[in-house]
């Protein structure tokens, strides 16, 4: 599975470095940034010390959705207080989590917002899961060089085991499962219940390999006594 790194409006070069410094430094190499031109600034790598491939790769993209166009599985960073529905997780329970994924997905991204407001509720909604640091009270964040290699390191792991492995083939499931879903949600005319509606969305991205497919195997079996 490849991890990507997408970095939503940066503004300062710098902390585009530092991201791209974090990444190599854990076997990271992979960076999309989205609706900014800040990396193309001196400054980027003159904190990108040793991290020149990284910053000569990045792709840029108008909107983050475009940013997504090809990821099976999407990770957001976020305070708790503005996770809503979303499942919620710690930096250290991503790695088991991603570990599962990499079994049958593809590709997945680790979407970090702006430095000052970070990601709208609108990119939010466009994340299987959320995520954040938990830190003291009087301290509430990090920078965004600091916030992308608390991540990193903690995922190292993940890409020494990704370096051995095969392709998977399965990915589009999770996604297919989503549609299916919207798609009964809105036959039984209940689509309207916005709660439960993105209550169900957003517990879908802690579905395994076999809960997916049970998953669709029940929604078949709903849509063909639906449609008798």
């Not at 710690?90 to 970090?112: D, G, I, R, Y």
């Not at 702006?114 to 939010?124: H, K």
């Not at 998953?215 to 078949?220: I, K, M, T, V």
Request: net charge negative.
């Amino acid at each position: 599975m490849r991890v990507t790194i997408i970095l939503v409006a940066p503004a300062r070069a710098e902390n585009i470095g530092a991201a791209a410094r974090a990444m190599k430094t854990m076997g990271f190499g992979d960076m999309r940034i989205v609706d900014s031109q800040a990396h193309l600034e001196p400054a980027t790598r003159w904190v990108a010390h040793g991290s020149a491939d990284i910053i000569d790769n990045i792709s840029v993209y108008p909107t983050l959705a475009e940013a997504l166009h090809d990821v099976d599985f999407t990770v957001a960073t976020t305070a708790r207080s503005r996770a809503k529905f979303h499942y919620y997780a710690t930096p250290a329970e991503l790695l088991p989590l991603l570990q599962e994924k990499s079994q049958w997905m593809n590709h997945a991204a680790l979407v970090f917002g702006r430095e000052d407001s970070g990601l709208t509720n609108e990119e939010l909604a466009l994340a299987d899961v959320l995520t954040g640091v938990p830190m003291v009270a009087d301290y509430p964040s990090l920078n965004l060089g600091q916030a992308v290699m608390v991540y990193c390191y903690q995922l190292a792991g993940l890409m020494q085991q990704l370096a051995k492995q095969t392709e998977v083939t399965d990915a589009p499931q999770l996604q297919a499962l989503r549609t299916r879903v919207s798609q009964l949600l809105a036959t039984l005319d209940v689509a309207d219940d916005i709660k439960l509606a993105d209550w169900l969305q957003q517990r879908l991205g802690l579905s395994g390999q076999r809960d997916t497919a049970m998953l669709h195997r029940l929604l078949h079996d709903i849509e063909k006594n639906i449609t008798k």
